[in-house]
């Protein structure tokens, strides 16, 4: 069975390599940052699904069940009104901007130390946020395939990056684009056949499926206890800022959205994947319902993390040994369209944003050189994060993610906030300090509310943080 998964890996990047290569064989940094302005809405909605949901919500989303049933669903409720805020208010804007980066708009309000902070900030999140999607994935895969053929996890991780290189290496934002439609394809088959492989185990045809989930006590979506981390409001105000700052207030993102014709064009794209957030994850959650019946079915320990539950329940056999081969494949598919897409955004933020590439006084062929040499550099950065993740280890992963995100993407919120909704300018030098004390702050509140408020922070902490960038960016503005 290992080799027939090996075989059908292979099979898959070569059919990915053979998609990339459509995209052209140019090698410019109009093609890489900005796919030259014509990709069609659809191929980036549908690639975005791929991107956005990832492997972590792969594995992660049915494990959540067991502890918060299905109340992430008041959090994918407030996807729906975030990506709307980003459709409607942040795309005319760097539509108008004509923006690569999305931090020139920071520039251009602020001035460069501006600028520099957002993109620095975008850079951390992204490369920490990417890299632990990507720790999970190759986790997975190195107990399932690397391991039993004694491959060591750096090599497991390894390798799967080289092979990203190779396809973005040349084309970037313009070859992904069609690569994401292919793995977004793969991921949500592989979602499908799981849940029907755990459907048969169970005996259940579509009416029971359906009957075995809506009957579960796992499939509870809504809590009003304000005291839970799971409360309604919590979780839906914070899918909303969540949406805002994850993906209007980031690089990689919002990369595939500027490259659409039009900002109507861009507009109906973020509306289109942003509906289908529901159902996808309504998918998952349904898998993780009936993940847990095949284990009381079969006899099998629950696993204590989440994480786990998907994993054990396939390494058990109990659903056929021949789901191995779609899991895996979906489980690359997903770590490559997250991984890939994170590597060309920090490549062209990294570019555009710090080394201002753009503005220099040089050739084509030397700028193209130039970013290839980020670009292998970002690579490198990103098989260390992942190795450190490895010797740390973690809870679960999207947890961590969203943990992550209430701290780092705080003062993107806050300074976005500010330039927008005021005309106040603060001063040049505050900007860094400010974005800085942010993510301190927010960690103090963190470790003090639950000792003195009795109150524990859920991912609610990030409004919290953009506010504090907000009140700390108005004390130190003047009139401008």
């Given at each position: 069975m290992i080799l027939q998964v090996l075989a059908a890996m292979a099979a898959y990047f070569l059919l990915l390599l053979f998609v990339s290569r459509r995209s052209g064989s140019t090698n410019n940094n109009d093609t890489f940052f900005r796919a030259g302005h014509s990709s069609h809405w659809g191929m980036v909605a549908f690639g975005m699904i791929g991107a956005s949901i990832s492997g972590v919500s792969l594995v992660s989303v049915p494990g959540w069940v067991g502890t918060t049933g299905m109340t992430y669903l008041q959090m994918c409720f407030g996807f729906i009104l975030g990506y709307a805020a980003v459709a409607f208010l942040l795309l005319p804007l760097y539509y108008r901007l004509r923006l690569t980066s999305i931090y020139g708009y920071l520039g251009q309000r602020f001035g460069q130390r501006a600028h520099r902070t957002g993109?620095?900030?975008?850079?951390?999140?992204?490369?920490?946020?990417?890299?632990?999607?990507?720790?999970?994935?190759?986790?997975?895969?190195?107990?399932?395939?690397?391991?039993?053929?004694?491959?060591?996890?750096?090599?497991?991780?390894?390798?799967?990056?080289?092979?990203?290189?190779?396809?973005?290496?040349?084309?970037?934002?313009?070859?992904?684009?069609?690569?994401?439609?292919?793995?977004?394809?793969?991921?949500?088959?592989?979602?499908?056949?799981?849940?029907?492989?755990?459907?048969?185990?169970?005996?259940?045809?579509?009416?029971?499926?359906?009957?075995?989930?809506?009957?579960?006590?796992?499939?509870?979506?809504?809590?009003?206890?304000?005291?839970?981390?799971?409360?309604?409001?919590?979780?839906?105000?914070?899918?909303?800022?969540?949406?805002?700052?994850?993906?209007?207030?980031?690089?990689?993102?919002?990369?595939?959205?500027?490259?659409?014709?039009?900002?109507?064009?861009?507009?109906?794209?973020?509306?289109?994947?942003?509906?289908?957030?529901?159902?996808?994850?309504?998918l998952l959650l349904g898998l993780g319902v009936l993940l847990h019946s095949v284990c009381m079915a079969k006899g099998l320990a629950i696993p204590s993390r989440g994480d786990e539950l998907l994993p054990t329940v396939i390494a058990s056999g109990v659903l056929g040994t021949w789901v191995t081969i779609p899991f895996s494949i979906g489980l690359i598919a997903a770590a490559f369209s997250s991984a890939d897409s994170a590597l060309t955004s920090l490549t062209t933020s990294v570019c555009v944003d710090l080394l201002q590439l753009e503005r220099k006084e040089t050739n084509e062929a030397q700028q193209s050189r130039q970013r290839s040499l980020v670009h292998i550099c970002i690579v490198a950065l990103f098989l260390a994060c992942i190795l450190v993740f490895y010797e740390v280890g973690s809870g679960s992963v999207i947890d961590l993610i969203y943990r992550l995100a209430s701290y780092t993407y705080a003062p993107l919120l806050g300074l976005y906030a500010f330039g927008i909704l005021t005309r106040r300018r603060p001063a040049d030098r505050a900007i860094p300090y400010v974005a800085l004390a942010t993510p301190a702050l927010c960690a103090a509140l963190d470790y003090l509310a639950p000792q003195y408020l009795n109150y524990h922070f859920g991912y609610e902490l990030l409004m919290v943080g953009g506010a504090l960038t907000f009140l700390g960016l108005w004390a130190t503005s003047f009139r401008g």
């Open positions: 993109s620095l900030f975008f850079i951390i999140s992204k490369l920490t946020g990417a890299a632990a999607r990507m720790y999970l994935a190759c986790l997975v895969l190195h107990e399932f395939v690397a391991r039993p053929l004694g491959i060591p996890f750096p090599l497991t991780v390894l390798v799967p990056l080289l092979l990203i290189w190779c396809y973005t290496r040349r084309n970037g934002i313009a070859a992904l684009v069609r690569t994401d439609v292919l793995q977004t394809a793969c991921l949500l088959l592989s979602a499908a056949i799981l849940l029907w492989a755990a459907a048969d185990v169970l005996g259940l045809d579509l009416q029971g499926t359906i009957t075995t989930i809506r009957r579960s006590p796992l499939s509870r979506v809504w809590e009003w206890d304000a005291q839970s981390p799971q409360a309604f409001w919590r979780q839906f105000l914070s899918g909303v800022f969540i949406v805002i700052v994850m993906t209007g207030l980031d690089q990689d993102m919002m990369q595939k959205n500027l490259t659409c014709r039009s900002l109507g064009e861009a507009q109906r794209d973020m509306c289109t994947y942003g509906l289908c957030f529901v159902p996808v994850n309504l």
